[in-house]
C-alpha cells in the first residue's frame, strides 16, 4: 500500500516563506513521478510542480521562479520550497505518485496520479 503524508503548511504573511514535506512509503520516489497540487477555496485543484526521479523538474507558470521542487532519495521524501508567497498562493496542498512514463507525457495533469496525500493548508495573508 501506497502511502503519502504531507507536513510543513501554516500561515505566513505574503512574502514569506514555507517548505512542505511528503513523506512517501510503499514506493520508492528515485522511481517514480512526484507532483506537488494545491486547491483553493472554491477553485478547482492545480498542478503546481513535479520532479520526475528527482531529475527533471516542471512548475506551473503561476509558481514558477519562487516554488522549488526536490526530492531526499535517502528519506524516500519530496518537498516545496516556496518562497514569495502571495494570498492567491493560499490552498491545501496535496503530494501525488504517478508513473515516469506518464509525467513525461502528460505533466501535471491530475488524472495520472494514481496516489495521493491528505494534503497540508497553506494560508498567505496580506
Known amino acids: 500500500q501506497v502511502l503519502l503524508v504531507e507536513s510543513g503548511g501554516g500561515s505566513v504573511q505574503a512574502g514569506g516563506s514555507l517548505r512542505l514535506s511528503c513523506a512517501v512509503s510503499?514506493?520508492?520516489?528515485?522511481?517514480?513521478?512526484m507532483g506537488w497540487f494545491r486547491r483553493a477555496p472554491g477553485k478547482e485543484r492545480e498542478g503546481v510542480a513535479l520532479?520526475?526521479?528527482?531529475?527533471?523538474?516542471y512548475y506551473a507558470d503561476s509558481v514558477k521562479g519562487r516554488f522549488t521542487i526536490s526530492q531526499d532519495n535517502a528519506k524516500n521524501s519530496v518537498y516545496l520550497d516556496m518562497d514569495s508567497l502571495k494570498p492567491e498562493d493560499t490552498a491545501i496542498y496535496y503530494c501525488?505518485?504517478?508513473?515516469?512514463?506518464?509525467?513525461?507525457?502528460?505533466?501535471?495533469?491530475?488524472?495520472?496520479?494514481?496516489?495521493w496525500g491528505q494534503g497540508t493548508q497553506v494560508t498567505v495573508s496580506s
Open positions: 510503499g514506493a520508492t520516489v528515485s522511481t517514480n513521478c
Open positions: 520532479t520526475i526521479g528527482g531529475g527533471s523538474t
Open positions: 501525488a505518485a504517478a508513473a515516469q512514463a506518464l509525467c513525461r507525457r502528460y505533466f501535471l495533469n491530475a488524472d495520472i496520479y494514481s496516489n
